[in-house]
């Protein structure tokens, strides 16, 4: 097992689609909790489409709601608003820029909530949450 190193300010984070493969976790519905109630109707036969990394150049299948969401429930207002819980924001952040490494600072700008600190001491401890992940770990 690699060993831990404590994440920084300036370390970056991902959505590590693998963790939920190896946790054995439903992407998929988590992400149904992650859409909005208009979101259009999924493609008959069309479950998941090739994403690739755009730090590491993997191809990762990942579920057609995700593209769904990023591109119809991102732009609604309450997307991320006051109300969404902190771990649920950063993920629909991730979601809304795409799954690109972001800094907890970088976090901070988009969702606006808590502090950069906070949200480190969320996300960059040893217990992984819905596969947010420092990139690279």
């Not at 579920?63 to 969401?69: H, K, R, S, T, V």
Request: aromatic share 10%.
């Amino acid at each position: 097992m690699p060993k831990y190193t404590r994440p920084t300010l300036e370390t970056k984070f991902h959505l590590d689609f693998l963790w939920w493969q190896k946790n054995k976790q439903n992407l998929h519905s988590y992400l149904l909790d992650q859409s909005c109630a208009d979101i259009p109707v999924m493609p008959d036969g069309v479950s998941q489409f090739d994403w690739i990394n755009p730090e590491s150049g993997e191809v990762f299948q990942v579920d057609i709601l995700w593209e769904l969401i990023r591109e119809h429930c991102v732009k609604k207002p309450h997307f991320i608003d006051e109300y969404t819980p902190l771990i649920t924001a950063i993920f629909r952040a991730f979601i809304a820029n795409n799954n690109t490494p972001l800094t907890t600072v970088e976090l901070y700008r988009m969702i606006q909530k808590q502090s950069p600190e906070l949200i480190l001491r969320t996300i960059g401890g040893l217990i992984i949450h819905q596969g947010i992940r420092p990139v690279g770990n």
